[in-house]
C-alpha cells in the first residue's frame, strides 16, 4: 500500500537520538549517547509511599478524567516554586502588564511544539541556537514550520547573526533557546545575552520559547536569571518539566505564558491528548508539598557534579588536543568538536565498532543536511568505569583518525 | 498584548464538552452531560496493588524514558486482545497482503489526532458521521482539515449521501467513523453498512479511522465486526483506549494500523509527547496478564446496563411523546431529538437552570454552526436517584415548553 502523508510529516525523519535510544538496550554498549537522566535520580521510595497514599486517599480523582490545564493543585505549586526560584509569574494585580499563566502538558516536549502550533502556519520560521534539541526542532517542522539556526558561541547565541537573520526573515514568528546547560552543547546563556535577545526579540515582535529542563541542575558557578524573568512585556514562553528531576518516564511538564497565549494553547492541548495523566501530577504534587524537592535536586546535582567531572578528566586525558570539548556547569551534555582531519559520521561508526555511543552533531543542525563536525556527549547514565573507559577508547579512536 | 495565531488554531474554540466538564464540580448539578466512565468502574485495589509491585520489581523502567511506539510487552498483549475480541492484526506471514502494528498513545484522542495530522494537509476534508464526537472534530480542525459531516441514520451513517459527498469531495482524505454505540448518538452500524461503508471507501481511496473506545461496553444485543477485521486493503486505522474499563485520568490508549502508515503515526506521536506515561502502561500489561480484565468488563457492562435501563425506563415515563431518543445497546449515551417547538439551546438552558446539566447537540455537528435540535445526555456518572430525578426535571421542562 501507498499512502499520501501530509507534506509536513511526509518529510519528517524519527529523532535520531530516539532511534540510538532503542539500541542502548544492549548492555554492553557504553551509552555516551542518551539523553536519560540518571537512574539514581529517580526518588523512588517516596514516589512509592505517596503512590500508595493516593490509593488510599483518592483514588478515583486520580484515576478519572481531569481538566485539560492541569491538576490545579500542582498547578499552584509549580507557580510558587516558579516564583521563588526564578521570578517567573506576572500578574496585573502585582502591578504588571499582564497576567501569566501556568499549565501541565505531558512533558516538556509537548509545551514546545503546542507553541508552535498555535504561533506558525506553514512556511513560518522558527530560529534556533546551532545546534539545538532536535526534539524541538522535529516539534516544529511537524507543524510545517521552517527550522533556521544561528550559531551558538561560547556564551550563548551570536547576537549580531540574529538581528541579521530577523532583518532578512520577515516570517520568523519564534526563537527558541535553551539559555542554560544547553541541549546539546552544554553552553550557557550569558546574563548579558540574554537581555541583548529579549531586547532583539521585543524589537522585532518575536516571541521567545525559552526551554529551561535543565535549569535546576547546576553543579557549579552561579544561577543566572531566566529570559522570562524579564519579560516586561508578554513575548516569552518558558517550559520545563519534572523529568530530570523525579522521573522522565512520567511524562510531566509545564509552561507558563502570558494567559492570551496560555489559553490557546490550552485548546490545542485538549485536542491532542485531553489531558495529562492525572495520577502523576497528584504524585507530582504530593513530592513538591511533602517531600523535600531542594533535597532532592541537591542529591541529584551531586551524581552529575561526581559524573560530568569524572568525564571531563578522562577526556583531558585521553583527548588529543585538536578535539575541543565544552565544560558545562549543569545538565547532562558535553559537546565535543573534532578536528577537520577527522571525519564526523566515521568517528561516530567506529567509536560505536567499539562500544562507544555518541550522538552525531548532524542531528541537532536546525537547517538539516548543514555540515557538522560535532558529537554530544552525555555522562548521565553510564557507570564511572564506563565514562572512564568510553573516554579511553574514543581518544584511541580519535588517535587512530588523526594519524597519530 | 495581541498575538498572532496560527490560522488553524486561531478559529479553534475549546470543546463545549470540556467546558461543561469544569462546572460539574458543582456537587448539586445532575451530571447527564458528563462523558466520563463510572467511578466504580475503576478497579482500585487492583492497580493499588499491581503499582507497589511495580516499585517494587521494576522502579527504574517505569520512571525512565520509554520508547515512542509503547512498552512492548503492552503492546503485545494488546495485539492478542484485538485479535482474540476482534479478529484484528493481520500479517504477511499468515498469508495477509500487509502487516498491522499496534502502538500505545495517550489516550485515544491522541491516536485519532495523529492520524489525521499524518494524512492531512490544510483544507483536505475528513468527513465524519452527522452527530460525531466533538474531541475528534477539533483534532481534525487543528489540523488544517475541514470537516464535514453525512447523517447518522438509525442503522449507521447513510450511505448513499456518504457516496455522493465523496463524489463531490476530491480532498477527502479521511472517513471517522465510531461504529459502535457511537457518541453522542448510542447509535451501532449494521454489519451491512459496515461492509458497504469499507467497499465506498476503497472505492474513493479514502483512509477509514474507526474509533472504537466503548466497544467492549455491550450490554445488549450481539456483538457486530468491527470494520477493522474487514481491512484486507489496508486502508482502517483503528483506535480505542483503556479510559472506559481501566481508567481514563491514566490516558492510555492504542491505535493499530499498517505498518507504513503507523510507522510515520509514530514520528508524529514523538514530537508531541516522546512517549505515553511508561508506569501506566506496565501497570496495563499487569493488569491485562495478571487480573481478570474480562470478568471486570462483566462488571463494567452491568454497571452501565442499570444505568442505562433506569435511564431509558425513566425517559419512557417522563419525557412528551414528541421528543425522541435512541435505546443503545452498550456505551454511554443517549441522544435525544426534540420537536420543532422546543429550541434546544433553550431548553439546555432551562434545564440547567434546574440543575440537570446537557450537552448541546450543536457542539458535535461536523459543520460548526449547522442546526441542531438534538442534546446528548449520559447515565455513567449520575446516581440511580440522580437518573429519576433529572429524567423527571427534563420531562417537566418539555412539557412546559411545549406549553402543555
Chains 1, 2 share one sequence.
Not at 550559531?151 to 514568528?173: F, N, V, Y
Not at 496560555?262 to 490545542?268: D, E, F, P
Not at 565535543?336 to 560505536?352: D, F, G, W
Request: aromatic share 8%.
Amino acid at each position: 500500500m501507498e499512502y499520501n502523508f501530509s507534506d509536513k510529516l511526509a518529510k519528517l525523519k524519527p529523532s535520531a537520538i530516539r532511534e540510538i535510544f532503542k539500541s542502548l538496550t544492549d548492555p554492553s554498549i557504553i551509552a555516551f549517547a542518551a539523553g536519560n537522566p540518571a537512574a539514581e535520580s529517580f526518588p523512588v521510595d517516596e514516589l512509592a509511599r505517596l503512590s500508595s497514599e493516593i490509593y488510599a486517599e483518592s483514588p478515583v480523582s486520580a484515576l478519572q478524567y481531569g481538566t485539560t490545564e492541569g491538576y490545579m493543585p500542582l498547578r499552584r505549586a509549580v507557580e510558587a516554586r516558579l516564583k521563588e526560584k526564578f521570578n517567573i509569574g506576572r500578574s496585573v494585580a502585582a502591578g504588571d502588564k499582564y497576567n501569566d499563566m501556568t499549565c501541565i502538558v505531558s512533558g516538556g516536549n509537548q509545551g514546545i511544539e503546542l507553541s508552535c502550533k498555535v504561533l506558525c502556519n506553514d512556511g513560518d520560521v522558527v530560529i534556533a541556537e546551532d545546534p539545538s534539541f532536535i526534539g524541538a526542532l522535529n516539534a516544529f517542522r511537524s507543524n510545517g514550520a521552517v527550522t533556521l539556526g544561528v550559531p551558538l558561541r561560547d556564551d550563548g547565541i551570536d547576537t549580531d547573526a540574529l538581528e541579521a537573520m530577523l532583518d532578512s526573515q520577515p516570517k520568523a514568528k519564534l526563537l527558541y533557546l535553551i539559555p542554560t546547560f544547553q541541549n546539546p552543547a552544554g553552553i550557557t546563556t550569558s546574563l548579558e545575552k540574554r537581555r541583548k535577545v529579549y531586547d532583539i526579540a521585543r524589537r522585532h515582535g518575536v516571541i521567545i520559547l525559552e526551554d529551561n529542563p535543565y535549569g535546576e541542575l547546576r553543579f557549579a558557578g552561579n544561577d543566572i536569571p531566566t529570559i522570562k524573568s524579564m519579560d516586561e512585556d508578554g513575548i516569552v514562553i518558558y517550559c520545563s518539566s519534572f523529568s530530570k528531576i523525579l522521573s522522565a518516564g512520567m511524562r510531566i511538564g509545564y509552561i507558563t505564558a502570558p494567559e492570551t497565549l496560555m489559553q490557546k494553547i490550552v485548546v490545542a492541548k485538549q485536542v491532542e491528548d485531553v489531558h495529562t495523566n492525572q495520577f502523576f501530577q497528584m504524585l507530582c504534587y504530593k513530592y513538591m508539598t511533602e517531600c523535600d524537592l531542594d533535597a532532592h535536586i541537591n542529591d541529584v546535582r551531586a551524581i552529575y557534579r561526581r559524573k560530568c567531572g569524572l568525564m571531563l578528566d578522562s577526556l583531558d586525558r585521553e583527548l588529543p588536543k585538536e578535539l575541543k570539548f565544552t565544560r558545562p556547569e549543569g545538565g547532562l551534555f558535553i559537546w565535543c568538536t573534532l578536528p577537520e582531519k577527522i571525519e564526523m559520521n566515521e568517528y561516530v561508526r567506529r567509536c560505536l565498532a567499539r562500544k562507544v555511543a555518541l550522538v552525531p552533531g548532524s542531528a541537532f543542525c536546525p537547517v538539516e543536511g548543514a555540515p557538522c563536525n560535532s558529537v554530544r556527549m552525555s555522562y548521565s547514565t553510564a557507570t564511572d568505569e564506563q565514562i572512564v573507559e568510553g573516554c579511553r577508547i574514543i581518544g584511541e579512536v580519535a588517535r587512530e583518525m588523526l594519524g597519530e
